[in-house]
């Protein structure tokens, strides 16, 4: 099983990026994203639980809500984070996962991605 993140960047504050998580060797029901900053521990980002194609729960965390927002591309088994209005404050590496719980909880994911980097400039 392996997760391949990618997409991040150096972007202004205000810009977008577009984050992906292609899923092999399996195919997952619940995903979420993570980030981390210098200094600074693991932090929930999103978290979305699918059947098919079908959404059935997704969760944010405050500071990205009505920003970023995550969606999974069944055919693909690829799971994108879409983030707009980026600020300097999400700045970090990535980092997606995935597993059997839906869950905000880092360590309650079973497999992760290699993380990829978001630089937002002021």
């Known amino acids: 099983v392996q997760l391949q993140a990618s997409g991040g960047g150096l972007v202004q504050a205000g810009g977008s990026l577009r984050l992906s998580c292609a899923a092999s060797g399996r195919t997952f029901i619940n995903y979420g994203w993570f980030r981390q900053a210098p200094g600074k521990e693991r932090e929930f980002v999103a978290a979305?639980?699918?059947?098919?194609?079908?959404?059935?729960?997704?969760d944010y965390a405050e500071s990205v809500k009505g920003r970023f927002t995550i969606s999974r591309d069944h055919a693909k088994n690829t799971v994108w984070l879409q983030m707009n209005a980026l600020k300097p404050g999400d700045t970090g590496v990535y980092y997606c996962?995935?597993?059997?719980?839906?869950?905000?909880?880092?360590?309650?994911?079973?497999?992760w991605g290699q993380g990829t980097q978001v630089t937002v400039s002021s």
């Open positions: 996962a995935a597993g059997m719980t839906r869950t905000t909880w880092p360590h309650r994911y079973d497999y």
């Open positions: 979305g639980s699918w059947s098919g194609g079908i959404t059935y729960y997704a």
